[in-house]
């Protein structure tokens, strides 16, 4: 099912998932998929790098359509593609029978191989089929590392007229900032919906890589002070943070956003905790 038509009707649950890279790690995946289907989500993704097969993620999706069952957003990066490869992707994903593409540019540290066919995602969203897939965009509610927020209000707006249908943000901690961002797209195209990029952190070592891999992301007081009190003791850490990000989801609800898409490292445990926390089905 299209996630734009579901948009116009509820308020989405979505997860995200990466590609497993060992056959432990698949168990692993497939046992957190079980586990949050439960929940019922309105569809979920699987991102697209190439560390585990170039085309991994779409037999990946196929197995999640095919067997689970799942309504599937596929992940589409263009900077590592030629033309070619991303016409054979269209053709594939299409064969499949997914209706939804995250059409992205992709960042050139997770390919070992990048392509000069496509500048922006916006050449990549002018080659897909709207009749055939409902197009969704990243969105950065803080600006991109590589660029600024004004950069990415403009950019946004070029991938709206070229056939964008929604918008997921990238993971935020910080409600006031998405809350600026989101009324300045609004201005523009307010019928734009954007779903909310949550990420539960349920370890020091994973807020600390956070921080490092995304420079322009706001880490609130209380956040932070959970980390400097409880670094060193893993259940208490764990324990703070899934209540902080219970509170930030019922704080975005309550102002009314249209969608809550969980980065879920391929683990259950903390997302689950949120959901059943804030009644979220």
């Known amino acids: 099912m299209k996630i734009s038509n579901i948009l116009k009707k509820k308020r989405s649950l979505s997860?995200?998932?990466?590609?497993?890279?060992?056959?432990?790690?698949?168990?692993?995946?497939?046992?957190?998929?079980?586990?949050?289907?439960k929940f019922k989500p309105d569809f979920v993704s699987i991102t697209d790098s190439d560390i585990c097969g170039k085309?991994?993620?779409?037999?990946l999706?196929?197995?999640?359509?095919?067997?689970?069952?799942?309504?599937?957003?596929?992940?589409?990066t263009c900077v590592n593609n030629t033309e070619k490869e991303i016409e054979y992707s269209l053709r594939a994903i299409k064969k499949?029978?997914?209706?939804?593409?995250?059409?992205?540019?992709?960042d050139k540290r997770n390919f070992t191989r990048t392509t000069k066919s496509?500048?922006?995602?916006?050449?990549?969203?002018?080659?897909?089929?709207?009749?055939?897939?409902?197009?969704?965009?990243?969105?950065?509610?803080?600006?991109?590392?590589?660029?600024?927020?004004?950069?990415?209000?403009?950019?946004?707006?070029?991938?709206?007229?070229?056939g964008a249908e929604f918008g997921i943000t990238q993971l935020f901690f910080d409600n006031s900032s998405f809350f600026r961002f989101r009324d300045r797209v609004k201005k523009a195209y307010?019928?734009?919906?954007?779903?909310?990029?949550?990420?539960?952190?349920t370890n020091y070592n994973m807020l600390s890589n956070i921080c490092k891999k995304i420079s322009c992301i706001t880490i609130p007081e209380k956040l932070r002070d959970i980390a400097l009190k409880y670094r060193d003791k893993r259940d208490e850490f764990f324990?703070?943070?899934?209540?902080?990000?219970?509170?930030?989801?019922?704080?975005?609800?309550?102002?009314?956003?249209?969608?809550?898409?969980?980065?879920?490292f391929n683990r259950a445990?903390?997302?689950?905790?949120?959901?059943?926390n804030i009644k979220l089905i």
Do not use: W
Not at 190 to 201: A, F, K, L, Q
Not at 269 to 276: A, F, P
């Open 61 to 76: 999706s196929r197995i999640l359509k095919e067997k689970l069952k799942l309504n599937v957003l596929i992940h589409l």
């Open 55 to 59: 085309t991994k993620h779409i037999a």
């Open 190 to 201: 307010p019928n734009i919906p954007i779903i909310c990029g949550i990420m539960p952190v």
């Open 96 to 106: 499949i029978g997914l209706d939804n593409i995250l059409a992205l540019r992709g």
């Open 15 to 37: 997860f995200e998932f990466f590609p497993p890279k060992t056959r432990e790690d698949f168990t692993v995946f497939i046992s957190t998929l079980k586990e949050l289907k």
């Open 269 to 276: 445990l903390g997302t689950k905790k949120i959901i059943e």
């Open 118 to 162: 496509f500048i922006h995602s916006t050449d990549l969203i002018k080659r897909i089929d709207k009749n055939l897939f409902s197009i969704g965009i990243a969105m950065h509610p803080e600006g991109h590392h590589r660029g600024s927020l004004e950069r990415d209000i403009y950019y946004i707006k070029k991938k709206i007229e070229a």
């Open 239 to 264: 324990k703070h943070s899934i209540d902080f990000s219970i509170n930030q989801v019922k704080e975005l609800i309550k102002n009314d956003i249209e969608g809550i898409h969980f980065f879920t």
